[in-house]
C-alpha cells in the first residue's frame, strides 16, 4: 500500500469528439493544482551479494483521495470540465540499479529507476444544448524515481519496510513522490 502526491497535474489529451453542430479534434486540456494519491504496488527485486539491489519489474495503481472541484476550461472554443476527484495513475517501472547495507535487525536502501506513468481523469465538453463525456483523457511520460528504504527483520525471512520516493521527473522536476510500507520475504 502506498499514498503518493503530484505537485502539478499535467494537461490531458483527449480524442476527436462529434457534435450535432461540429467536430472538436484532438487537442489537450490544462487541468491544475495538486493531487493525493493512494493505491498499491507490486514490485520484484533481484538481490545480488547481499549488497546489490537490482530492481526488475513492478507496476503501480493509484487514484485521487479528497475533494477537489471540478475544473472548468476550454476545449477548441466549447466549455470542457474536469472531474479531477476521477484522477487514476498507473506506472509501469522498468529495471534500475540499488545499493543494500545492513546492520544487525536494520537493513537501508537506495536505488534509482525508469518507467511510464499514465495519467487519465474524466470529464465532458458541451457543445450548444448538448453534453459529451470525454474518453480516453490519457497522458502518459517518462519517469524516473529514487526508491529510499529502511527496514526491520520481523523474523528470518521478513521484513516490514518504509519507503519514500520522491519523483525526480514525471511530467515536470521533482513533481511529486510516494511514501509505502512493504513487506519482504527472503533472506
Same mark, same amino acid.
Given at each position: 500500500m502506498a499514498g503518493g502526491w503530484l505537485r502539478e497535474t499535467p494537461a490531458f489529451d483527449t480524442e476527436k469528439i462529434s457534435t450535432s453542430s $461540429?467536430? #472538436? @479534434?484532438e487537442n489537450s486540456i490544462k487541468s491544475r493544482g495538486a493531487r493525493a494519491l493512494v493505491g498499491f504496488? /507490486?514490485? #520484484?527485486?533481484? #538481490? !545480488?551479494?547481499d549488497r546489490w539491489k537490482i530492481p526488475t519489474l513492478g507496476g503501480n495503481f493509484f487514484w485521487a483521495v @479528497?475533494?477537489?472541484p471540478t475544473t472548468v476550461t476550454s476545449l477548441? @472554443? &466549447?466549455i470542457a470540465r474536469t $472531474?479531477?476527484?476521477t484522477t487514476r495513475r498507473a506506472d509501469f517501472l522498468l529495471p534500475g540499479i540499488g545499493r543494500r547495507w545492513k546492520h544487525r535487525r536494520y537493513m537501508f536502501e %537506495? %536505488? /534509482? $529507476?525508469? @518507467?511510464? &506513468?499514465?495519467i487519465s481523469v474524466d470529464g465532458s465538453v458541451a457543445a450548444g444544448s448538448e453534453v459529451h463525456e470525454l474518453?480516453?483523457?490519457l497522458t502518459m511520460t517518462f519517469l524516473v524515481q529514487a526508491e529510499l528504504e529502511g527496514c526491520r527483520r !520481523?523474523?528470518?525471512?521478513t521484513r516490514v519496510c518504509l519507503q519514500v520516493i520522491p519523483r525526480l521527473y514525471e511530467h515536470s522536476w521533482l513533481n511529486g513522490g510516494m511514501v509505502g510500507l512493504r513487506f519482504e520475504w527472503g533472506r
Open positions: $461540429r467536430d #472538436v @479534434g504496488q /507490486l514490485d #520484484v527485486d533481484i #538481490v !545480488l551479494d @479528497g475533494s477537489y477548441d @472554443g &466549447s $472531474r479531477d476527484w %537506495a %536505488a /534509482l $529507476r525508469t @518507467g511510464v &506513468s499514465f474518453e480516453n483523457t !520481523l523474523d528470518p525471512t
